[in-house]
């Protein structure tokens, strides 16, 4: 029998037993939906991490002062770092452990014609400025002249730190539209040449001449779905001159870390490389501690594939809902082929082959788990897009995952409808037309 009639033999079949045949997709249903929604929300944060990544700067070094660890186990996530921000020794740190303005100097010069840019950065506090009447929550750091080539800071009005702001330690900042609406009333040209005071934690009141209003990227905050949580603990952000912020805070030029950009062209692994060798004689005889340089691509690559694998596992979870379905497309096609014996011995007896017959119900079966893969399908697209927004992600499907899950639909239906199929095409057409 042709292909064509077995297809409409198989729909009028589904559609003269239309609940049947819906609760048996339900199974294939609810397998290939989950599936494709985890896909879609995998796929849309993985894509998003690695677009904000690269537009932070995925050849990018990070320097950082790391705990000393015994075991030789190869490097994983981030080089196998424990990094000081998530162990209990960074308060144990004494000023001998952390790397020092000479350091970095004499590091840029020694790679200058490989380095573009060095971002360092002073966590000064946070507490409170104030024009006139009106206050606002903030959060200050110093920052390097490289600080604006790793990171995004769109300036709205006024103008970026120049050579003379840092050389002069000049008190002068940058603030961002959340200042301007809480001090002048939206107005960001207001805003420029105004003096503002800072009472900031551990430091004397301060006068700063507001230079630049900026926006912050919209990227910052996709790729860390925390950072609006931390700036409302925090505060607006201020940026000023690095040296001017040592000046204000009493710091030493002590850092834990901070950011190399390459050139272009250049290769970072090997930089990375010389940087490690670069600071292993500072810390030699450092029981405690060490430097360590990873790539921002390292981390985005190690990244991606956490996210894939733990995609990929949940999607199996998922899966197992699909082997359910295909258990119940075997037990119902084992109730039609009963129901339909004396069909099957009347198509023997006129001369139909046990291979028509077979092809006859696998075909119905495949039929069954495709339509189900279909509905499936749409409602995980739906669904995977509802999860993603509610995220705050872009929705992205997987088209590898959508071919995959249809394809296998269908492998389901020609897998568990095999047994059944074999078993119509077996019968012996005598006792078939017998049968009541």
């Known amino acids: 029998m042709l292909v064509v009639e077995n ?93 020092t303005s000479d350091m970095i100097r004499d ?9 573009y840019a060095v971002n360092v950065s002073d966590q000064v506090g946070k507490g409170e400025v104030s024009y006139q009447s009106k206050s606002s929550g903030v959060s200050a750091v110093g920052v390097s002249a490289g600080y604006y080539v790793t990171n995004a800071v769109d300036i709205k009005e006024g103008r970026m730190f120049n050579s003379s702001d840092f050389a002069n330690q000049r008190n002068v900042c940058l603030v961002d539209n959340k200042i301007v609406n809480a ?12 003096e503002v005071e800072f009472d900031l934690e551990d430091t004397r009141p301060t006068v700063f001449t507001i230079i630049g209003v900026y926006e912050a990227s919209q990227s910052t905050a996709s790729a860390n779905p925390f950072s609006s949580m931390m700036e409302a603990f925090m505060g607006a952000r201020v940026y000023m001159p690095l040296n001017t912020a040592k000046q204000l805070d009493g710091s030493k030029g002590l850092y834990s870390s901070f950011r190399v950009s390459t050139g272009l062209g250049d290769d970072t692994e090997q930089l990375r490389k010389e940087i490690n060798n670069y600071f292993e004689p500072y810390y030699a005889g ?16 190690s990244l991606t594939s956490l996210m894939d694998k733990l995609t990929l596992a949940v999607s199996i979870i998922a899966g197992i809902a699909l082997l359910v379905g295909g258990i119940g497309v075997m037990n119902i096609m084992l109730v039609s082929v009963t129901e339909r014996t004396r069909e099957i011995g009347t198509r023997k007896a006129l001369g139909a082959r046990n291979s028509s017959i077979r092809i006859q119900f696998l075909i119905e079966a495949m039929i069954i788990c495709l339509i189900g893969g279909i509905i499936g399908l749409i409602l995980g697209l739906v669904g995977g897009s509802l999860l993603s927004s ?25 897998s568990f409808g095999y047994f059944p199929a074999d078993k119509a095409a077996k019968m012996n057409p005598i006792d078939a037309l017998r049968y009541e």
């Not at 677009?51 to 075991?71: C, L, P």
């Not at 001090?183 to 105004?194: R, T």
């Not at 450092?286 to 390292?298: C, D, H, L, Q, W």
């Not at 995220?391 to 296998?408: D, H, K, N, T």
Request: proline content about 4%.
């Open 7 to 99: 297809i409409l033999l198989a729909l009028n079949s589904i559609m003269s037993n239309k609940m049947r045949a819906f609760l048996t997709m339900l199974g294939i249903i609810i397998g290939i939906g989950s599936v494709i929604s985890i896909l879609t929300v995998g796929n849309s944060l993985t894509l998003t991490v690695e677009d904000n990544m690269q537009s932070m700067g995925s050849k990018d070094i990070f320097v950082a002062v790391v705990e000393r660890t015994d075991d030789d186990k190869p490097e994983s996530i981030i080089d196998g770092v424990k990094y000081p921000e998530t162990t209990s020794s960074r308060r144990d740190m004494k000023d001998s452990d952390y790397i």
């Open 107 to 115: 590091m840029s010069e020694k790679f200058k014609d490989q380095i």
């Open 183 to 194: 001090l002048f009333d939206g107005n960001p040209e207001k805003a420029i040449g105004k």
């Open 286 to 301: 450092n029981a405690g501690f060490e430097v360590k340089a990873i790539t921002f691509e390292g981390m985005l690559d």
């Open 390 to 414: 509610l995220l705050g992600y872009p929705a992205s499907p997987s088209i590898p995952g959508v071919i995959f899950s249809l394809l296998f639909s269908l492998a389901i239906g020609l």
